[in-house]
T-cell receptor, first 111, second 111 residues
Framework: KQEVTQIPAALSVPEGENLVLNCSFTDSAIYNLQWFRQDPGKGLTSLLLIQSSQREQTSGRLNASLDKSSGRSTLYIAASQPGDSATYLCAVISGTYKYIFGTGTRLKVLA | DVKVTQSSRYLVKRTGEKVFLECVQDMDHENMFWYRQDPGLGLRLIYFSYDVKMKEKGDIPEGYSVSREKKERFSLILESASTNQTSMYLC??????????FGSGTRLTVV
């Protein structure tokens, strides 16, 4: 059974710092991995989608990498800003129609 | 811009009421999903549908049913609302092997 883990559960950093969020999964046979952002009381906003044949995706200050063999993905945020404060979730899809979500990393960027 | 629209942001219902949560997508996606999200428990899949009139139980289907009469609309039904169904409900859609798009969520309170 696929399990997805995100460490740390919470992270607080000063503005301007580069940071890395981690996502681990137990079954390397995945189709996609997707990173989301969730603001309090809101839905999930897609940040980056990495398909199984890809190793990374970039969007602005965000870069996500995927290493299927080791069961890991990282989300790199460059030059963090207070507006980046949110919960970040990763999710994997492996063989069925549904995603398995991690429990998220709650990020706070201090001004 | 692609969209998943949930009909209500906030709902307050009484115990025993029949509750309908509506979700509409404009992307011609085959797959649609209903999740609930609770603090400390993450996102849990209630039901999903991979085609019109098709439905599959997720991890926590008890007390819920769904309807998908048209491709763009997926309804979640609480047959007899109970206080333990107070939660944030999130709808998502996807094209097979591609990423999810989420709605903005419905915060349901059952009193």
């Amino acid at each position: 059974k696929q399990e997805v883990t995100q460490i740390p559960a919470a992270l607080s950093v000063p503005e301007g710092e580069n940071l890395v969020l981690n996502c681990s999964f137990t079954d390397s046979a995945i189709y996609n991995l997707q990173w989301f952002r969730q603001d309090p009381g809101k839905g999930l906003t897609s940040l980056l989608l990495i398909q199984s044949s890809q190793r990374e995706q970039t969007s602005g200050r965000l870069n996500a990498s995927l290493d299927k063999s080791s069961g890991r993905s990282t989300l790199y945020i460059a030059a963090s800003q207070p507006g980046d404060s949110a919960t970040y979730l990763c999710a994997v899809i492996s063989g069925t129609y549904k995603y398995i979500f991690g429990t998220g990393t709650r990020l706070k960027v201090l001004a | 811009d692609v969209k998943v629209t949930q009909s209500s942001r906030y709902l307050v219902k009484r115990t025993g009421e029949k509750v309908f949560l509506e979700c509409v997508q404009d992307m011609d996606h085959e797959n649609m999903f209903w999740y609930r999200q609770d603090p400390g428990l993450g996102l849990r899949l209630i039901y999903f549908s991979y085609d019109v009139k098709m439905k599959e139980k997720g991890d926590i289907p008890e007390g819920y049913s769904v309807s998908r009469e048209k491709k763009e609309r997926f309804s979640l039904i609480l047959e007899s609302a109970s206080t333990n169904q107070t939660s944030m409900y999130l709808c998502a859609s996807s094209r097979t092997d591609y990423g999810y798009t989420f709605g903005s969520g419905t915060r349901l309170t059952v009193v």
